[in-house]
């Protein structure tokens, strides 16, 4: 009894040892996995912090890069809008707003309530292929003539406009103070001159030329020169 309980003890400590040697090389097996997965990891995380880094410094050259660019694109941008700008004093002149500027450069020397034109039309009632449209003129435009104490000469639709003969004398034509004691030419007939209805300033109510108040003519004709740019919108 006591022989055979020792070679079975023998077995069971033999069998013991088995195990645990099996164990130990499972325990050593996973601790090797474990240790070799993190040592991946933390290669990956190396490595793709590495790049991050390569990726961000690339980022902040190509940034930098852009805004280089830009910033030379507006600089030429900018040059090429002041070699367009007008030089010295210039005229600007808002017809959705009836208001005219005078500046220089981006400053604005005067501003002025002015008239500018009414839109209608006019047919003649003996010609109907005649007929005319009282805007002001839009575009770029300069001063072509100054002139002191303007005289109206009438075209044909003012009298037809107000149902009278269109006269064959000239001299029946002309007629005195009625476009105020300065006028600036800018071509085609149309000029920014004088009114005696100051009351309608600020209306559209024109034939196309300029109705500017007195005070502002006079302040607009002394800074003005022959060939001052005059912008109409």
Known sequence: ?????????????????????????????????????????????????????????????????????????????????????????????????????????DRVLHQAVVSTGSGRFLIDPNKKERKWVFDSPRGEFKVKSKIVEPVWVKPDWAFIEEGTDVPKNYNDRIEEGVLGDYALGIGNGYFIHGTLYTRLLGKPVTHGCIRVGDNDLKIIYKSAKIGTKVYIF
């Open 1 to 105: 009894m006591n022989g055979y309980n020792f070679k079975n003890n023998i077995n069971n400590d033999t069998e013991y040892q088995k195990r645990g040697l099996m164990r130990r090389i499972i325990y050593a097996l996973s601790i090797f996995f474990i240790v070799f997965s993190a040592i991946n990891v933390m290669a990956y995380f190396i490595q793709k912090n590495s790049n991050a880094a390569v990726s961000k410094k690339e980022e902040i050259g190509n940034a930098k890069k852009i805004v280089n660019d830009i910033s030379k694109n507006n600089k030429k941008i900018y040059k090429s809008i002041s070699n367009l700008s007008p030089k010295g004093n210039y005229i600007v002149i808002d017809t959705a707003k009836n208001i005219l500027y005078l500046k220089n450069g």
